[in-house]
Nanobody, 130 residues
Framework: QAQLVESGGGLVQAGGSLRLSCAASGRTFSSYSVSWFRQAPGKEREFVAAIRWSGVNTYYADSVKGRFTISRDNAKSAAYLQLNNLKPEDTAVYYC???????????????????????WGQGTQVTVSS
């Protein structure tokens, strides 16, 4: 059974940095594209960043472009999200998720569609104080 476990969240001051990790198990991680989402209290879950199963391509939401970096290490079955220059509006629970299809790269217009992902982690809280 495929599982994802996020870690690395915490409390940080505005302008600070965090590195989130997503550890995968239960299936061939290197065959699946990975995305990060976040959900703030009272808001819908929103797309943050995606990385192709091979690691060659990445895609970011406009709100985080230039501040966040997604990466992966297929040898370790892990994905990462480096968060720099954090802002209070980045406060949310961050989730990683894997594409429901192997060796598939979602078109930009579909990458934020929740139903395109079949495995989700439990989330890690990121809180940015002003």
């Amino acid at each position: 059974q495929a599982q994802l476990v996020e870690s690395g969240g915490g409390l940080v001051q505005a302008g600070g940095s965090l590195r989130l990790s997503c550890a995968a198990s239960g299936r061939t991680f290197s065959s699946y594209s990975v995305s990060w989402f976040r959900q703030a209290p009272g808001k819908e879950r929103e797309f943050v960043a995606a990385i192709r199963w091979s690691g060659v391509n990445t895609y970011y939401a406009d709100s985080v472009k230039g501040r966040f970096t997604i990466s992966r290490d297929n040898a370790k079955s892990a994905a990462y999200l480096q968060l720099n220059n954090l802002k209070p509006e980045d406060t949310a629970v961050y989730y990683c998720a894997t594409d429901r299809r192997e060796r598939h790269w979602l078109p930009n217009r579909h990458v934020q569609t929740l139903s395109e992902y079949d495995v989700w982690g439990q989330g890690t809280q990121v809180t940015v104080s002003s």
